[in-house]
């Protein structure tokens, strides 16, 4: 987990922000739910992956992966293990989960696609992801916790080895700063 808020703060402090060129031949290692997420926030505003399209979501990833692939770049993906969140943010997480359940009802009863209103995944968004990433040959992993800790030994370990910063973290939170 993050620390809530810190990106907004470094903003505020003029903390330049760091911006990694990856270059050919070295590997990009993801935090499959900061993926996913960034593939909705940016590919899905229509709410049609939202709304359970799978295809378009396997179409989607598809694109993503061979894009970062078509610049000779590797990728391994790493899925979170269970979660030691603390009491109070899974207890957070609880009730926005219990509100997009409930803002799905609203939307589907009152046929408002476009609504700006927040909706839960599509119950198999994650299995749909593995799958698609197996079937283009991706390198997976499941962190035994959250996948930042995991992605950051990965990274730290195999850049020691080869001596050389090849492999290169990304999530989409503030966990790698």
Request: glycine share 6%.
């Amino acid at each position: 987990m993050g620390v809530k808020g810190l990106m907004q703060l470094l903003r505020q402090q003029r903390v330049p922000q760091v911006e990694e060129v990856l270059t050919p031949g070295q590997t990009l290692v993801i935090d499959v739910s900061g993926f996913l997420f960034y593939v909705l926030r940016h590919f899905d505003t229509s709410k049609t992956i939202r709304m359970g399209n799978y295809g378009e979501l396997h179409k989607v990833l598809v694109e993503e992966i061979e894009l970062i692939r078509s610049c000779n770049v590797g990728v391994i993906c790493v899925f979170d293990g269970p979660s030691k969140m603390k009491t109070r943010i899974s207890e957070q997480r609880d009730l926005e989960r219990e509100q997009e359940w409930a803002n799905l009802v609203d939307i589907c009863s009152n046929c408002e696609i476009s609504s700006n209103k927040s909706i839960p995944l599509p119950p198999l968004a994650f299995l749909q992801l593995n799958h698609t990433l197996q079937s283009l040959g991706v390198t997976t992993f499941s962190s035994p916790t959250e996948a930042d800790q995991f992605i950051a030994r990965i990274c730290s370990s195999m850049n020691a080895k080869s001596g050389k910063e090849k492999y290169i973290c990304y999530g989409e939170d503030s966990d790698f700063v």
